[in-house]
C-alpha cells in the first residue's frame, strides 16, 4: 500500500487528502507544520510528500529542500501545495527540486487524486 506524509497546518486540507486517497488504497499521514513532517520522514517511510508552501516552523519549500537533499529520502517526490490565492514562487520551487504543485482547495479532488496516482506509478 503506498503511503503519503501530507504537512498542511489546515487540517481540512488533511482531512480532504485523507478522504480522498484512503478510498483509492493509499495510506494517508498527516502532520500540521513542516517541523513535524521532517521529524516524521524516517518513521513514516512515504512514497510521496505533500507539502504546504506557507506552514508554520519550516515551510513546504523548506521541507521539500531537506528531503531531496538527505540521501535516505532524496529519492521520495515532493509536491508542494499552494493556496489558490497565494503566490507561488516558481523559482524557488525549481530551486528545491519540487517534483510538482498543486492548489488548494481541492476541490473536486479530481486533480489531486490525478497527479497523486500519476507519481506513486512512476
Known amino acids: 500500500m503506498p503511503r ?3 504537512a498542511d497546518d489546515n487540517s481540512n486540507i488533511q482531512k480532504m487528502v485523507t478522504l480522498a486517497l484512503e478510498e483509492r488504497g493509499v495510506d494517508v499521514v498527516a502532520v500540521g507544520n513542516g517541523e513535524a513532517a521532517v521529524r516524521r520522514l524516517a518513521d513514516v517511510n512515504p512514497d510521496l510528500v505533500l507539502a504546504d ?6 515551510n513546504g ?4 529542500e531537506y528531503v531531496k ?8 517526490p515532493v509536491i508542494l ?8 514562487d516558481e523559482k524557488e ?5 519540487a517534483d510538482g504543485v498543486l492548489k488548494k482547495p481541492f ?9 497523486v496516482m500519476q507519481v506513486l506509478e512512476k
Not at 61 to 64: D, G, L, Q
Not at 93 to 97: L, N
Not at 107 to 115: E, F, G, Q, T
Request: charged share 20%; aromatic share 10%; hydrophobic share 55%.
Open 61 to 64: 519549500y523548506e521541507v521539500c
Open 4 to 6: 503519503i506524509l501530507v
Open 81 to 88: 501545495l499552494v493556496g489558490a490565492f497565494d503566490p507561488l
Open 69 to 76: 537533499k538527505d540521501t535516505r529520502f532524496a529519492h521520495i
Open 107 to 115: 476541490v473536486p479532488p479530481d486533480p489531486l487524486i490525478a497527479m
Open 53 to 58: 508552501v506557507f506552514m508554520p516552523v519550516r
Open 93 to 97: 520551487a525549481r530551486r528545491v527540486g
